[in-house]
């Protein structure tokens, strides 16, 4: 069946460096498409999201880039900071079921002095 | 601003004893309103949604139900708990069909 994957289980990065997390996804009925970070025992946390009529967004220290023709998603962290290590998922979503995410099995990023 | 609750954080039931897994979202009216459940290391699989009071769609077969008596209040229920019930129960609102669903900070399951 089609599913939202992530490519790197996880990913160690230097305070202070770039980091960019990466998601594959193969519905191409997909049009939505929300990056969520997940800290232990809380639940997850909306950072950013991209609709697929757009190839870039950016917020706060943090870009969502989509390539519909690969079907990739990526989220790159600016500066990464201690603060910024957890879990992050990417989820997909379709407009005419809204809120019925599938989400990917997500990415610890764990970010080191 | 909107917030979630959801009670209790953690829970430990043994198998057989019922369930009540309560949800409700202050500063919005009229949310839709979702369960979700995560297992141990995984992404979160979507079980239950609501669009409005008494309003319930089941997503996937399972020993559990969902209610929502009011507006802003989602309910995740079992009469007979099951050790394959353990998990991270998530829920989340959301404002129509162009808004990020918001997450609670969830509830801890493990059946004994």
């Known amino acids: 069946g089609e599913s939202v994957g992530l490519h790197l289980p996880t990913l160690s990065v230097q305070e202070g460096d770039n980091s960019i997390i990466n998601c594959a996804y193969s519905n191409s009925a997909s049009d939505y498409f929300i990056w969520y970070k997940q800290e232990s025992g809380k639940g997850p946390q909306f950072i950013i999201d991209?609709?697929?009529?757009?190839d870039k967004r950016q917020g706060q220290r943090v870009t969502v880039l989509l390539n519909k023709t690969v079907k990739h998603l990526s989220l790159q962290i600016a500066a990464t900071q201690p603060g910024d290590s957890a879990v992050y998922f990417c989820a997909e979503n379709k407009a005419d079921s809204w809120g019925k995410l599938q989400f990917g099995a997500g990415t610890q990023v764990v970010v080191t002095p | 601003s909107q917030t979630i609750h959801q009670w209790p954080a953690t829970l430990v039931q043994p198998v057989g004893s019922p369930l009540s897994l309560e949800c409700t979202v202050e500063?919005?009216?009229?949310?839709?309103l979702y369960w979700y459940r995560q297992a141990a290391g995984r992404g979160l699989q979507l079980l239950f949604y609501?669009?409005?009071?008494?309003?319930i769609s089941s997503e996937v077969p399972q020993n559990l139900s969902a209610s929502r008596p009011q507006d802003r209040q989602f309910i995740l229920s079992s009469k007979k708990l099951l050790l394959s019930d353990s998990g991270f129960y998530l829920c989340?609102?959301?404002?129509?069909?162009?808004?990020?669903?918001?997450f609670g900070n969830g509830t801890r399951l493990t059946v004994t």
């Open positions: 989340a609102w959301t404002v129509g069909n162009n808004s990020p669903l918001h």
């Open positions: 991209i609709r697929s009529n757009m």
């Open positions: 500063g919005t009216s009229n949310p839709n």
């Open positions: 609501s669009i409005g009071i008494g309003q």
